[in-house]
């Protein structure tokens, strides 16, 4: 069983910064990626950023290029989200995302994290 603990939501006025954690334990053979999504009140659940465990390759979301980091430790299987000039549109529950092998079969789980709120407002 694979387990993904999130830490770091809070409020936060725009234009502000937060980052967000999220630590790994468990049965992990290998990590594929990992990454974050929100979701805001009465929206679908959004993709915001993700990054390649080997390699170190990151993607972002148009709404979030030049404002969010992703970065990873690998030492302490975690993934970190640093949000910067935050948005009230920002606004959400932010979850953890990872593609993990559990053994040496090679089959890829996806896991989430229980999600942490994010709120940006004045």
């Known amino acids: 069983q694979v387990q993904l603990v999130e830490s770091g939501g809070g409020l936060v006025q725009p234009g502000g910064s937060l980052r967000l954690s999220c630590a790994a334990s468990?049965?992990?053979?290998?990590?594929?990626?990992m990454g974050w999504f929100r979701q805001a009140p009465g929206k679908e659940r959004e993709f915001v950023a993700t990054?390649?465990?080997?390699?170190?390759?990151?993607i972002y979301a148009d709404s979030v290029k030049g404002r969010f980091i992703i970065f990873r430790d690998s030492d302490k299987i975690a993934v970190y989200l640093q949000m910067n000039s935050l948005k009230p549109e920002d606004t959400a529950v932010y979850y953890c995302?990872?593609?993990?092998?559990?053994?040496?079969?090679?089959?890829?789980?996806?896991?989430w994290g229980q999600g942490t709120q994010v709120t940006v407002s004045s």
């Open positions: 995302n990872a593609g993990i092998v559990v053994d040496y079969f090679g089959i890829e789980y996806d896991y």
């Open positions: 468990g049965r992990i053979f290998s990590i594929n990626a």
């Open positions: 990054i390649r465990w080997s390699g170190g390759d990151t």
